[in-house]
């Protein structure tokens, strides 16, 4: 797993000095302007708007990152797949790491952002490896369904790749949970990303400790998935090299 | 461990959906238009230790695909495969290098995926670079290389692994003839030492040098097992007479 992700990042980043200025660039180059957008330039209501959406997007760039890649692994690797015979367990999870490093560098966005409202850092920073815990086990859930979708149904890659942007836009991405009102405030919790999001805010914005909810919620949704796609991918791994040529 | 491979009644299908490509078999079900093709069927066959055997027949005929499950690259669709001992396999020229890696970082790469712990594949560096004699090419990425070079990098990592089974499938066509000196010697050491080299290709006389047994293959079928030599003169009677019946 190790060597595939360290194998992937060196396809994509090279090698030497630059290596280390084009990961740090990536996320910037990614979602940084987005960010510097709304918080530079547009008026947005809500206590340290950037911060806020910073929070939103980090998770949700290492979670649609992993999609996008999971659901081309196995063509990507149809070198190795159709060759030679190895654990095909280990590929999402390889992605997974693959994106989750590449992405790590996206963490300077929020501490950026965290400088340009004067926000510190407080002791909640302690529940970071928690939230980041439960934000790769909802990746490597995804990673697993998006490798198999990909496989069984290629031409609709995209569509599920709007799925995905759709939860994002289904939780309180764009707007903080505070400043959703009503029935609406409790239903929202239900969106798999909203527990993470919150979280990232509770640590980095409220200097709080995540509520239970937000760490259960996410978690509970990647049980599901992997209770419902780990067992039938394990099946079709055999077969991935009959597709992946 | 003793080497051995045994299979019996083997047998993969390739399902495919209207536009002709290749699903998993899962999906097939599950769509109403899918044709399916064997790529192998009713297959036993039974090698032991220190046995060399080489797999003969035409374009798809079903060597690449027995070649496959020996690898444990496919899975059976029907029937029963059993292979001991450690297997290192060379399936095509480009097997499982990235291009965009250099030699060193792919022989890593393939090292670990060969079974090599990530201490053993980055220790065994030096020894790959010797015995595939790429020098300088060595930390240049595998795109710059030439058939050649790519086969003798595969080649060197995989024995890197220090397989009980050798499969290997028409890489060895793409060795200069230095290398394939080396490659007949190795794979005699394996076989010698109680391993199993199992070659498909269509240099008859290297297959004859290296192997006292033959497989052949026809429409995924296999229809002759026996001495090299028997079962050559049959294949190309065999071919013969079907090209002048065409």
């Known amino acids: ?245 | 461990m003793t080497a051995s491979i045994r299979a019996r009644g083997a047998g993969v299908r390739f399902v495919f959906d209207r536009q002709r490509r290749p699903v998993t078999p899962a999906m097939g079900r599950l769509r109403r238009h899918c044709e399916t093709n064997w790529g192998l069927r009713g297959v036993d066959v039974e090698v032991g230790p220190g046995e060399s055997v080489a797999l003969l027949g035409g374009n798809g005929a079903g060597k690449t695909t027995l070649l496959k499950v020996m690898a444990g690259v496919y899975t059976l669709d029907e029937g029963a495969v059993a292979v001991e001992g450690r297997v290192g396999s060379l399936l095509s020229i480009n097997g499982g290098l990235m291009p965009e890696l250099t030699g060193r970082e792919n022989a890593v790469l393939l090292g670990v995926l060969a079974g090599l712990s990530r201490p053993q594949a980055f220790a065994s560096l030096e020894s790959v670079l010797q015995s595939s004699r790429l020098g300088n090419a060595f930390e240049r990425p595998v795109s710059s290389y030439s058939q050649g070079m790519r086969a003798r990098l595969g080649f060197a990592t995989i024995l890197e692994s220090r397989p009980q089974v050798l499969l290997l499938d028409e890489v060895h066509e793409a060795l200069d003839d230095d290398f394939r000196v080396d490659f007949e010697r190795i794979s005699e050491e394996i076989r010698s030492a109680g391993g199993i080299v199992v070659v498909a290709g269509h240099d008859h006389q290297l297959l004859s040098r290296m192997t006292s047994r033959a497989l052949h293959l026809k429409d995924a079928s296999l229809i002759d097992d026996g001495p090299f030599d028997t079962v050559l003169g049959g294949y190309l009677a065999r071919d013969r007479g079907e090209a002048a019946s065409r």
Not at chain 1, 163 to 176: D, K, N, S
């Open chain 1, 1 to 245: 797993m190790v060597s595939l992700s360290q194998s992937d990042l060196r396809a994509r980043y090279g090698r030497g000095p630059w290596q280390l200025v084009k990961w740090l660039l990536d996320p910037f180059a990614l979602v940084g302007v987005y960010l510097i957008l709304v918080t530079a330039v547009l008026e947005r209501p809500g206590e340290a708007p950037g911060l806020a959406l910073t929070c939103a997007v980090v998770p949700f760039q290492i979670l649609t990152l992993t999609t996008t890649s999971s659901m081309t692994a196995v063509t990507l690797r149809r070198g190795i797949i159709a060759n030679m015979s190895f654990p095909r367990a280990f590929l999402p999870l390889g992605t997974t790491m693959t994106e989750t490093l590449a992405f790590a560098a996206s963490f300077l966005l929020v501490v950026m952002m965290m400088a340009i409202y004067s926000v510190a850092p407080t002791t909640a920073l302690l529940a970071l490896p928690l939230i980041l815990f439960v934000n790769l086990v909802l990746a490597v859930s995804f990673a697993y369904a998006a490798t198999l979708f990909g496989v069984w149904l290629p031409d609709l890659r995209p569509f599920a790749l709007s799925f995905v942007r759709a939860l994002f836009f289904l939780a309180p991405g764009l707007i903080a949970l505070d400043q959703i009102e009503g029935a609406a405030n409790t239903w929202v919790r239900v969106n798999p990303f909203s527990g993470l999001f919150e979280g990232y805010r509770a640590i980095f914005l409220r200097g709080e400790v995540p509520d239970l909810w937000m760490i259960l919620i996410p978690l509970g949704w990647a049980c599901l998935i992997m209770a419902v796609f780990l067992p039938i991918y394990l099946r079709e791994q055999g077969h991935f090299a009959k597709v992946a040529e």
